[in-house]
């Protein structure tokens, strides 16, 4: 089984990408054959400050069983499993990993009232009031949903131990925090990418990814995207921007391969 972890960009974006309002791209995402998809309850609370009609959407697929929600009381409890009394503790553990992915001082400015707490001592009650609080802090705006994400994906990696991938941002500094993560063997998918996924394994034919084409090319364009950056057919890497439409045609005729950190790569 692989298991995928779904973010709130992601989520936002697929749900928009729609031919109609039963058919959004994120629907033919979630049929790919062979995943298991999971989100955190904090990807639930940001979506709604992106799009306003996505949360009672996830929130169905959540009650259905087609996405597994995680809150940060169900991880330390599995821990618990495994750690017993230290979960807290293995818990910061985790939570400073994931801030110094995403920002060096991120902890320090955030989180670090949660390294003067007394783990032999501390409950999981009492620890979470106090990480909901530290959260509260934060605020809108600081990234709190990848930091969530990225503990999700480091017990993920121990409990599971399979493959796992991260549908998420296509910020590219998100997509490689998390893929310098010592220990953890995760794969990114981004937007566009996803595409590639929808062609390889949902065998989508260029005649069934046609409207789904012109929806995200109409997405672009609301946007004023004009290109997408994808990397050239030689050994160093390079990036070339290409028109968005030329490269949505392309992966239909199969001249990508797709990168560890979602971008795709002309086949040589």
């Not at 609370?45 to 799009?51: I, P």
């Not at 996505?54 to 996405?67: C, F, R, S, Y």
């Not at 949660?114 to 009492?126: A, E, H, K, P, Q």
Request: charged fraction near 25%.
């Amino acid at each position: 089984m692989k298991y995928a972890l779904l973010d709130t960009d992601f989520i936002s974006k697929t749900h928009t990408v729609r031919i109609d309002d039963d058919n959004h791209l994120i629907d033919r995402i979630l049929e790919i054959p062979g995943y298991s998809f999971i989100c955190h309850e904090q990807t639930i609370v940001e979506l709604g400050r992106h799009n306003s009609h996505a949360p009672a959407w996830l929130e169905k697929q959540i009650n259905t069983g087609t996405i597994d929600k995680y809150t940060d009381m169900r991880i330390l409890n599995e821990m618990s499993g495994l750690y017993g009394q230290l979960a807290p503790y293995r818990f910061t553990n985790m939570v400073k990993v994931a801030c110094d992915a995403f920002n060096a001082d991120y902890f320090a400015e955030h989180y670090s009232d949660l390294g003067n707490l007394d783990y032999r001592l501390i409950t999981t009650d009492v620890y979470l009031t106090k990480l909901k609080e530290l959260d509260t802090n934060i605020g809108e705006g600081n990234n709190l949903g990848e930091i969530k994400a990225y503990v999700l994906l480091q017990w993920l990696s121990i409990q599971l131990g399979d493959e796992l991938f991260y549908f998420c941002s296509d910020d590219g500094d998100a997509r490689n925090g998390i893929l310098n993560i010592d220990g953890i063997d995760v794969r990114c998918i981004t937007l566009v990418s996803a595409y590639q996924r929808l062609h390889i394994e949902s065998k989508f034919t260029d005649q069934r990814a046609e409207p789904y084409i012109n929806a995200i090319l109409g997405y672009f364009a609301a946007h004023g995207q004009v290109n997408i950056r994808v990397i050239e057919a030689s050994a160093v890497n390079r990036y070339q921007r290409v028109p968005c439409e030329q490269v949505l045609r392309e992966i239909y005729e199969d001249k990508f391969v797709e990168l560890e950190n979602g971008m795709l790569k002309y086949k040589q």
